[in-house]
């Protein structure tokens, strides 16, 4: 009876008992081919001379693989005229000695004496090096591609290069996601319970850092909206004025025309007004130049005057065409205006400056007067403080 009792326990205790997590067996022992094990079992009693022999041949065969492999991948990328392509086959073929070679040294623990504790510990360091490896090799080939597909704008409208940065975060998150699992069964971590704890963390985080999330949408819902681009020159209802310069996750930096760099958060940018002076259907800009003549000037030389002065302008577009406008009767003048068209909108100040003194001394040239405002004063006079005295004597 009571050895029926204690096999019950023991069922119950096994059922109740927790799953073990699986951790992939890193010994390389097993995968040796059976014509080499000759080879193998003769260098055994000497592992410090088995581990450099497996080192140089290793390093050898993955020279030799690496070279085959890039000399028939460059001979597609010679094909085209981008460098990308270039870039991509070194950053595919860069890791394969670095494989070669650590799967080499997990085959050579294999011949030392260590203690399972320690014998493990070094396959897993070995291996986390590999899975480092490729996850860096992963992260840039990710970026190569998708710099190749913005490329073909005209097959995959998707990926451009103001979506290349969300695209490319997207990659990271999951090769680093999948790196991260593959370390955590190496080390023989249990990933159910890491996710979540990440679930809890996640709530208390996305409270503390919502000033970077908020910036982090932002930064998404302006490359997906595209309000601008890298290269624009653009006007915040802020008083930030400048050139696109970086398009990021978190902010968006502008070049002002004083050199100075301004790094504006994205959620500061979606919630303001843009003025994009870049934008339209051409990147050229429309500056007004204000003119005021006297009263009594001819009105068709003026115009004449100031529509040559900005054609012999030589940053003045020719298309379209520089205009003169009438447009008030001032206070004290025949108010004008001149606009013109410039090819880059951050060069307005500097050609406003040097329209207003061309066109100053334009209309000097022409003996066309430019008035300045006047007042009249008209004084009343007042008598005398006697005569008003004998007034009042009278009164």
């Not at 951790?23 to 059976?34: C, E, K, Q, T, V």
């Not at 205006?337 to 061309?358: A, T």
């Not at 008035?371 to 403080?385: C, G, V």
């Amino acid at each position: 009876m009571q050895a029926t009792e204690a096999s019950e326990a023991t069922e119950v205790v096994e059922t109740v008992a927790p799953a073990t997590i699986y951790r992939p067996d890193l010994s390389m022992i097993d995968y040796i081919p059976d014509w080499l094990q000759p080879a193998w079992d003769f260098f055994m009693p000497y592992p410090g001379l088995l581990t450099m022999i497996l080192i140089v041949v290793a390093y050898g065969f993955g020279r030799l693989l690496r070279y085959l492999i890039s000399r028939s991948l460059l001979k597609v990328a010679s094909k085209t005229t981008t460098n990308a392509d270039d870039h991509l086959v070194e950053y595919l073929t860069r890791p394969i000695v670095l494989t070669t070679v650590t799967l080499a040294m997990m085959l050579a623990v294999s011949a030392f004496t260590l203690p399972q504790a320690l014998y493990q510990a070094t396959l897993s360091i070995l291996a986390t090096i590999l899975v480092v490896s490729w996850l860096k090799a992963g992260m840039r080939t990710g970026r190569v591609m998708l710099e190749l597909v913005a490329n073909n704008r005209h097959r995959f409208d998707v990926i451009q290069e103001r979506t290349i940065p969300l695209f490319d975060m997207t990659i990271k998150i999951l090769l680093v996601g999948m790196a991260a699992y593959i370390l955590m069964l190496i080390w023989g971590i249990n990933p159910t319970a890491w996710l979540a704890s990440a679930g809890v963390i996640g709530i208390a985080v996305g409270f503390a850092a919502r000033d970077t999330l908020a910036n982090l949408f932002s930064g998404i819902s302006i490359i997906a909206d595209a309000p601008y681009k890298i290269g624009d020159f653009i006007v915040l209802d802020t008083g930030e004025r400048g050139k696109v310069t970086h398009l990021g996750m978190r902010s968006t930096r502008l070049l002002t025309l004083d050199d100075v760099e301004v790094t504006v958060p994205n959620a500061v940018i979606a919630n303001a007004k843009i003025v994009n002076e870049s934008g339209g259907p051409w990147v050229k800009h429309r500056i007004r130049v204000p003119v005021g003549v006297a009263y009594g000037s001819d009105a068709e030389q003026v115009c004449d005057v100031l529509q040559e002065t900005a054609q012999n302008h030589p940053e003045v577009v020719k298309q379209p065409s520089p205009r003169a406008r009438m447009r008030a009767f001032g206070a004290s003048s025949l108010d004008f205006e001149l606009l013109v068209w410039i090819d880059h909108p951050q060069s307005r100040g500097r050609i406003r400056h040097d329209l207003l003194k061309s066109v100053y001394l334009a209309l000097q040239q022409n003996n066309i007067e430019i008035p300045f405002p006047q007042t009249d004063i008209h004084l009343r006079s007042m008598p005398a403080k006697e005569d008003k005295a004998e007034e009042d004597k009278q009164d």
